[in-house]
């Protein structure tokens, strides 16, 4: 029978959806592994990165399961987001229906490639049963002090028409739209106090070791803690503090710097004589974004400044670089030793004074290109002149510490995380606006806050905002007329704690209970995009730790191994004229590819990641329809290890289903030949190496899974298992025992990649149970051992033979062998041997003269 994938796929995702094999036990004696995949964004289809991802996921649950582990494989949808928004506004359609339209159809896609998901605990997180316990975080924080209401000037997108938290600027642009210029409001808005616990994010990274080192340096750069001083300069008779990590620069001061937005900037400047230039200044800077790289510009605020060092009065100037939301909001400015105020200074003439010389030169002020930033010894500072810099940085903090100048400081970088959006597809913050009691939170009972499903949506504004229903209320507190916050959760509030829902995912009486969360907690391994490096793993954390401090998981980390896989890309091609084209666009002829609009000569060659703008994309169901969920899933874990790029070609996936049909072929050859009996309780010699084979495979199929899930190698171990026992012909009653031993263990090591080839071969045997039920191979040390190697025989470091010799051959005896092998006689004649050189397993090489 040929092998025909289309049936076989088809009948064993029924019996998946019959027999719901991938039940996970939660009260198992055994040990258990959590396996996690990011969950999907239901955007309406599933693209080759899900397909990849969730394929590398697989391999994992299901080894782990052939491993006797009780395994936790979940699958969900994060479901709330912008895009549903936009479909209702563009095409006017129910941001639920399209949401959960889209669901349905890629759980179909899902299920049709064969995910071991336990489908029955599937979590949505725009369902109220979800959602509903997002709530009542918020409100748990809010009696803990960890959400607070404020103040401040916000990243607003004008397309998204909401705030972005920092971590979604990217280049000044919003992360959504890279043509969008993120603006600046300043809007009254809900925050996650996530500084609390910015010292331990950045402590657990000592543990975190089986993270990639380049997250790790993500976070630890996104969390950005400095150590240095705050130091109180003097506006009149007030304190003037600043943030500084180089306090030993302080006697180089020559101007101050603050931020536009200074919560006190209307002070500073009221003593300025055009105090219309400076607001003019000031809106400018309001368009501006930090994140982006732009002109330095500031402006003389009429004010001046006193260092308690020198006494010295300097300008105090507004500036663009200075951010409101760092240290103190103001910087002391030392244009000899840092290269941003040395370029400010430079382009506002203002002074430079050099405090710290290398130790090879003295620097001169009026010579200098550029600041000097490195070590040196102190001049031109008082009493601390000729200290090495790094010892007068804690002289100085001592000196001022002593006066009540200042003291040792540590400032990080994150900031706490804004989650109010002014849109409707979220989660509802629970809170009523009282006129008499202001925000009250709602209480516990009342949860949960429906979203309301009678809403309009019109561009630019907040549905929510505009519905009189969902707003009109009375205050819990004082029952007076009230309103409802019109706003809902940053959606990576959602994302921040579905893991742990996962352990518990039915629970109607709490998120989920200790004992789930303590019996599968932590993720052992995790595996997603690096693009959340920042965001959602730092997010996932901290709320790991808030939920820690609820007394709700005894875990700190939420995930003990992280895996970033890589993107998916392919070639593209473009015509000089169309730009990029799709495969339907091009004509081939003689093997060259042509434009078919205008028929000049086609470019391929630049391979990039999948999108849909270059037109490169690969449909699942197109291409699963095709060559069958086994061969797209064994193609994306066979062309690249997990964590990098994947190239798609046609060619590698064609590859991979000859060696499924040819799999197919010798399964069915050593089926039938199972039924015949034979005598004899010997192996034969071709029976010999088919057993050797088979347990070097196992050995190293096992050791790629476990050491660094390099699926790749392993798959390729599987390949060659095959071309080694392909032309195995049993001849002895202990050969096929050998053979049925040989034929189950392939099955049960390949599952994991391919599943439905394998359970329907494993069905065909004969074999008893089903093949989900088996346990992992084991595979024995002794016949893993090479019996013999190949050595190769060189003269003059030519290679001229080579020859099979037992394993444990001297020295001694492969340079005689290599004297007796006739063609390297040959080469020998007339020749005298002047070096022996051997290398015990590998080669001898003779070196000859004459
Ligand atoms: C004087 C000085 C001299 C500085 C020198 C640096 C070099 P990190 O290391 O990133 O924490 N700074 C302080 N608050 C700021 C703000 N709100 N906006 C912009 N810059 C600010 O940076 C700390 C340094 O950045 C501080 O040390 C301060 O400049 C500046 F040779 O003080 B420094
Ligand atoms: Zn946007
Ligand atoms: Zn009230």
Excluded at 417 to 431: K, M
Excluded at 574 to 583: I, M
Excluded at 765 to 773: E, H, K, M, R, T
Aim: hydrophobic residues 35%.
């Amino acid at each position: 029978m040929e092998y025909n994938f289309t049936d076989i796929e088809a009948k064993w995702i029924n019996y998946y959806k019959q027999q719901k094999p991938f039940q996970t036990e939660l009260d198992s004696n055994r040990n258990k592994f959590y396996c996690l995949e990011m969950f999907p964004y239901p955007s309406g289809k599933i693209h080759m990165g899900h397909v990849r991802n969730y394929s590398i996921g697989d391999v994992l649950a299901r080894y782990k399961r052939f491993q006797g582990f009780n395994v936790l494989h979940p699958i969900g949808w994060d479901a709330f987001g912008l895009p549903a928004e936009n479909a209702a506004i563009e095409n006017n359609v129910d941001p639920g229906k399209w949401t959960f339209s889209n669901i349905d159809n890629m759980r179909s896609q899902l299920t049709r490639l064969g995910f071991s998901y336990n489908w029955d605990d599937e979590i949505c997180t725009a369902l109220p049963a979800y959602y509903k316990w997002g709530q009542w975080f918020f409100l748990k924080m809010y009696e803990k002090g960890l959400v607070y209401k404020s103040k401040a000037t916000v990243n607003w997108c004008d397309k998204c028409a909401t705030v972005l938290a920092n971590e979604q600027v990217e280049n000044g642009c919003c992360w959504r739209h890279s043509d969008t210029e993120v603006t600046q409001r300043t809007l009254d808005q809900w925050y996650f106090r996530i500084t609390a616990y910015a010292e331990e994010l950045l402590q657990g990274h000592s543990r975190l070791k089986g993270w990639p080192e380049k997250v790790l340096s993500m976070q630890q750069n996104w969390i950005g803690k400095s150590y240095g001083a705050l130091v109180n300069f003097k506006y009149k008779e007030e304190n003037f503090p600043v943030f500084t990590t180089r306090p030993d620069t302080i006697y180089g001061v020559t101007f101050m710097a603050i931020a536009f937005d200074h919560p006190d900037i209307e002070k500073y400047i009221s003593a300025a004589a055009d105090k219309k230039r400076i607001n003019a200044f000031i809106a400018q800077c309001r368009k501006i974004n930090q994140n982006e790289d732009y002109k330095k510009e500031g402006i003389f605020s009429g004010s001046y400044i006193k260092n308690p060092f020198t006494d010295e009065e300097v300008p105090l100037y507004i500036a663009n670089f200075v951010l409101a939301g760092y240290g103190t909001g103001a910087v002391m400015a030392v244009p000899a030793h840092d290269q941003r105020d040395f370029e400010f200074a430079r382009a506002y003439d203002l002074p430079v004074k050099v405090v710290i010389n290398p130790p090879d030169k003295q620097l001169q002020a009026a010579a200098m290109t550029e600041a000097y930033t490195g070590d040196g010894y102190l001049v031109n500072s008082g009493k601390f002149d000729n200290t090495a810099n790094r010892q007068a940085i804690t002289a100085i903090i001592d000196f001022a510490r002593d006066r009540g100048w200042g003291r040792k400081s540590i400032n990080y970088k994150l900031k706490d995380w804004l989650i109010s959006r002014q849109r409707y597809w979220g989660n509802p913050i629970p809170v009523i606006n009282c006129p008499v009691c202001g925000a009250v939170p709602v209480p516990e009972k009342d949860l949960p806050v429906l979203l309301p499903t009678d809403v309009a949506f019109r561009r630019g504004e907040n549905p929510l905002a505009q519905n009189e229903n969902f707003k009109k209320t009375v205050c819990p507190r004082c029952g007076g007329a009230a309103e409802r916050e019109t706003e809902t959760m940053d959606t990576f509030v959602c994302s921040s704690w579905y893991f742990l829902r996962y352990t518990d995912p039915e629970n109607e009486g709490a998120p989920f209970s200790k004992e789930r969360a303590d019996r599968f907690m932590p993720v052992d391994q995790y595996i997603g995009g690096v693009e959340h490096a920042c965001m959602h793993l730092l997010y996932a954390r901290f709320f790991q730790r808030v939920v820690r401090d609820l007394g709700l998981s005894k875990e700190d980390e939420p995930f003990t191994n992280l895996l970033t896989q890589g993107m998916v890309t392919k070639e593209t091609v473009t015509c000089p004229e169309h730009g990029f084209l799709f495969p339907e666009e091009t004509k081939k002829e003689d093997d060259k590819l042509y434009c078919s609009k205008c028929g000049r000569a086609a470019q391929t060659g630049r391979v990039v990641k999948m999108s849909k703008s270059k037109k490169n994309v690969v449909d699942p169901d197109k291409i699963v329809a095709a060559y069958g969920a086994d061969t797209v899933r064994l193609f994306s874990l066979f062309a690249a290890p997990p964590e990098k790029d994947l190239e798609w070609n046609e060619k590698g996936v064609e590859g991979c289903q000859r060696f499924l049909a040819r799999f197919w072929r010798w399964s069915e050859k050593i089926i039938t030949l199972l039924n015949s009996s034979y005598t004899g309780s010997q192996l034969s010699p071709g029976a010999d190496k088919a057993r050797s084979a088979l347990h070097k495979t196992i050995k190293k199929v096992t050791n790629d899974i476990e050491r660094r899930m390099q699926f790749n190698t392993a798959i390729a171990a599987m390949m060659e298992l095959l071309n080694a026992v392909q032309d195995f012909t049993p001849q002895t009653e202990a050969d096929i025992e050998l053979a049925r031993n040989l034929l189950r263990s392939f099955l049960v090591m390949l599952n994991p990649f391919t599943p439905f080839i394998t359970a329907e071969l494993y069905e065909k045997a004969g074999f008893p149970g089903s093949v989900l039920q088996q346990s992992w191979p084991d595979y024995d040390e002794q016949f893993c051992e090479d019996k013999t190697v190949q050595i190769v025989f060189q003269v003059n470091g030519k290679v001229r033979a080579k020859a099979e010799t037992p394993a444990g051959i001297s020295r001694e005896e492969m340079i005689q062998k290599a004297r007796e092998m006739d063609n390297v006689k040959k080469w020998l004649t007339g020749k005298t041997v002047v070096r022996e050189i051997a290398v015990p397993g590998k080669l001898v090489n003779l070196v000859v003269k004459g």
